[in-house]
């Protein structure tokens, strides 16, 4: 079993940045592909970036690329995901998952092998 904790939310204002930190209680071979993934108020599930295990793959959704960096520190167990020039747009519950594979983005949280608790963002106009 893996624990992961999310942290780093806060409201902010428009332009302003945030750095979300996901610490996991161990990677293994189930952690190999670790991603960021929002929930909108009143929204469905929207993936916003992964990462692979040794950081050679990283895909961003189009409405934060150039925006949002994803990184990983395996030394650490720790996932990040620096937001610059937040929009109001960006208000979401912010979720660390982790897969075996890739490009996996399902509807449902709860298809990740892993996920946390969330952290709140809110970026105001």
């Known amino acids: 079993q893996v624990q992961l904790v999310e942290s780093g939310g806060g409201s902010v204002q428009a332009g302003g940045s945030l750095r979300l930190s996901c610490v996991a209680s161990?990677?293994?071979?189930?952690?190999?592909?670790m991603y960021w993934v929002r929930q909108p108020p009143g929204k469905g599930l929207e993936w916003v970036a992964e990462?692979?295990?040794?950081?050679?793959?990283?895909r961003y959704a189009d409405s934060v690329k150039g925006r949002f960096t994803i990184s990983r520190d395996n030394a650490n167990t720790t996932v990040y995901l620096q937001m610059n020039s937040l929009k109001p747009e960006d208000t979401a519950m912010y979720y660390c998952?982790?897969?075996?594979?890739?490009?996996?983005?399902?509807?449902?949280?709860?298809?990740?092998?892993?996920w946390g608790q969330g952290t709140q963002v809110t970026v105001s106009s």
């Open positions: 998952a982790a897969h075996t594979q890739i490009l996996f983005r399902p509807a449902r949280l709860q298809a990740y092998k892993y």
């Open positions: 161990r990677f293994t071979s189930s952690t190999d592909s």
């Open positions: 990462i692979n295990r040794d950081g050679a793959f990283i």
